[in-house]
């Protein structure tokens, strides 16, 4: 059975409005889609300031197949808080970013500024609330905060319903 989040285009505008949504919450500035891209994915205007931004969109899973997907599959589990999946998953965290930061440096349109979201909804984010996003952001800081071209990435969401803002070095 097939997903509608399954299709690229669908998950794409489902992951831009929840984006939109999440930076609204939080700055009080609502964004709306100029255009459907590449490199970036979406460039959106800011309609308190008209500044453009170029929005990179991510997602990052526990594997290359979803756990949802897996534990489907392997019949019904209790999911259990395991200190050692949440730190894998947050590794694989670190390495989307980093691979997203090198792709735009090498080949994004950067005519605006850029913003990245990216999208944690496996079972584990549920154990990552604002207090594991601060320990993370200290631990993985030298490699989260060299994010030029980026100047924010956006992670969405938290347990809570909110996300998690972090701004690159300047």
């Known amino acids: 059975m097939s997903e509608p989040w399954q299709d690229k285009k669908t ?5 831009i409005a929840e984006f939109i949504k ?3 919450s939080h700055y009080g500035q609502q964004f709306e ?12 205007r800011n309609s308190v300031t ?18 949802f997907e897996e534990h489907i599959h392997s019949g019904s589990k ?11 998953y947050q590794k694989r965290i670190v390495r989307a970013v980093t691979e997203k930061v090198q792709k735009a440096r090498n080949g994004y349109e950067l005519s605006n500024p850029l913003l ?5 909804q496996e079972y584990v984010a549920a154990y990552l609330g604002r207090d594991e996003w601060q320990a993370f952001e200290i631990k993985y800081r030298d490699r989260i905060y060299n994010i030029a071209p980026f100047m924010e990435i956006v992670f969405w969401p938290l347990p809570n ?3 998690y803002f972090i701004k690159g070095n300047s």
């Open 22 to 24: 999440h930076y609204a």
């Open 33 to 44: 889609i100029v255009q459907k891209s590449e490199r970036p994915d979406y460039v959106v």
């Open 116 to 120: 990245l979201s990216v999208s944690v």
């Open 161 to 163: 319903g909110e996300a």
């Open 78 to 88: 209790m999911l259990l808080e395991d200190p050692d999946v949440i730190e894998n």
């Open 11 to 15: 998950r794409e505008a489902f992951e």
């Open 50 to 67: 008209n500044i453009l931004y170029g929005v990179e969109l991510t997602a990052v899973y526990l594997s290359d197949r979803s756990a």
